[in-house]
């Protein structure tokens, strides 16, 4: 093995790429993932609570959600030892030992919700690929490009950050 801390050119591509994985809706970790929100269009009020009307997102506060893809099952290597031992078997959501009661581990969604969630997820990314390249593309060659709107947003909110948290802000 080369020493050496000097990345390897392709390492050093400024290419965005999307997460390479086989299943958008958990990112491979059997869990269906709702960092961006998209399952609340279909479980309004998963992990969240509703105060006078208004949705607010408490990550964790309900159970999770187990895909229905190969992550979701225990997995193996050469030597039949387990590698992964999986949120799902031939029965479906394993259950675990909760004070003597058997509790499930997680929920069991509908196939048809996943399957949308993964797709609409690898299309958002694959956008975002396709907008965040073609803005690089455009910076080096000296242009001034514009921003999508769902960047300009972020870049506007992290501007007022110092508002946002005054007591962060002081300390530096
Ligand atoms: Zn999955």
């Not at 997460?19 to 958008?24: E, L, M």
């Not at 869990?31 to 309004?44: C, H």
């Not at 499930?104 to 196939?111: A, L, M």
């Not at 048809?112 to 958002?124: A, M, N, P, V």
Request: glycine letters at 6%; hydrophobic letters at 30%; one cysteine or more.
């Amino acid at each position: 093995m080369i020493s050496s801390h000097k990345r390897s050119s392709l390492d050093r591509d400024t290419t965005f790429y999307a997460p390479k994985v086989a299943c958008f809706a958990c990112y491979d970790s059997g869990i269906v993932s709702n960092g961006d929100g998209l399952l609340n269009d279909y479980l309004t009020d998963y992990d969240a609570i509703v105060i006078d009307g208004v949705l607010h997102r408490h990550g964790g506060s309900d159970l999770a959600i187990i895909c229905h893809c190969t992550a979701a099952y225990e997995s193996q290597d050469f030597e039949s030892q387990t590698t992964r031992s999986g949120f799902r078997d031939s029965s479906g959501v394993k259950t675990t030992d909760i004070n003597g009661r058997q509790q499930s581990i997680g929920v069991d969604p509908d196939k048809d919700i996943i399957r949308e969630i993964h797709r609409k997820r690898r299309d958002l990314w694959q956008r975002s690929a396709q907008d965040l390249n073609s803005l690089r593309q455009q910076v080096r060659a000296g242009m001034n490009p514009q921003l999508p709107d769902y960047i300009a947003t972020v870049k506007q909110q992290l501007q007022g950050l110092n508002e946002l948290l005054p007591a962060f802000a002081s300390n530096e």
